[in-house]
């Protein structure tokens, strides 16, 4: 069975199938670029307990704003055999969901917190092949270049963090011998929506004063998300902003209007219109529409408030 599976490979590398095919390229990069061994049999690489709690510790923001979407993703996936690892940029898993009667197994196979999966180490697999190509996928048993990890399904998607920098990867594998392929494509949504979940929490997380608003795209489920001060100035965007915005790390240099970012720019006679009425809504829902109450807050007098509010047709309720 390893000379069979090894062979596939080594076939696979030798033909032009790299040019068409990325599972193939993935097998070129393990094969031709990290030098490993289809035939492989050798156990899995763990980390120190030192160097896994430096790995936790330089992101330990992310792992703190994943615990709800790791636990509610265990949930939907752990009753069927599988497990939920959350690894940083370098393939290690930081953070685990797993039931405890499946521990003894996971950990033989490497499912654990402290092992390395990238392809330098493991050749083709989940987390390390999501991390190079920057994208959801799933190995599935004989895709993996090892031959020790064919009886694996893993299904993984990348994690950007609010500067739009990939920074870790979401995995659910399994080592269920009947885990069917229209199952798999279940979890791949599940895993691809959590991980985006992950990259929403985060992102609130590093803009805490900010007003985060969901820029206009054609996929609203993408995670298009822009952080905007007091000021409506831009300060902050997600990946799949940045994307569909054309916004880069430079374009932060200057000040970035929201407005003029989403479409949303008037002329200036009606900017400052604009801004002025929302000011006046804003005094009167403090004062719960009181007028007078409203108009003291704003250190003007009753009648030079009502005069602003028929300008600007403003509804109030005293």
Known sequence: MADHHADKIQAAIAS?????????????????????????????RYLTELELGRARQRVEPLIRA?????????????????????????GVPVERRGAPADDKTFHSWGLWAGSVWNEESQGTNGIGTCLVEQRALTIHRDQH???????????????????????????????????????????????????RRIEAENFKLAFPKARILLAPVADKGSGALIAVDGD???????????LALGITQKCFDKPMLAADLLGWAEKGAEVLAQAERGVLQRALAR????????????????????????????PRSH
């Open 16 to 44: 032009n199938a790299a040019a068409t095919s990325a599972l193939v390229a993935s097998w070129r990069r393990s094969s031709n670029l990290h030098r490993l061994d289809p035939a492989d049999r050798g156990p899995a």
């Open 66 to 90: 994943a615990q709800p979407s790791l636990d509610r993703l265990y949930l939907a996936v752990g009753g069927v055999g599988c497990c939920v690892l959350l690894a940083d940029r370098e």
């Open 145 to 195: 270049f090892h031959t020790r990890n064919t009886g694996l399904s893993c299904t993984t998607a990348p994690i950007y963090d609010h500067q739009g920098d990939l920074v870790a990867a979401l995995d659910v594998s399994s080592c269920r011998a009947d885990l069917t392929e229209a199952f798999v494509n279940i979890i791949s949504v599940a895993v691809v929506d959590a991980a």
């Open 232 to 242: 409506d100035l831009v300060v902050g965007a997600t990946r799949s902003a940045r």
């Open 287 to 314: 004062a719960d529409g009181n007028v007078s109450a409203a108009a003291q807050a704003l250190g003007i007098s009753r009648a030079t408030l009502h005069r602003k509010l028929n300008r600007l047709d403003v």
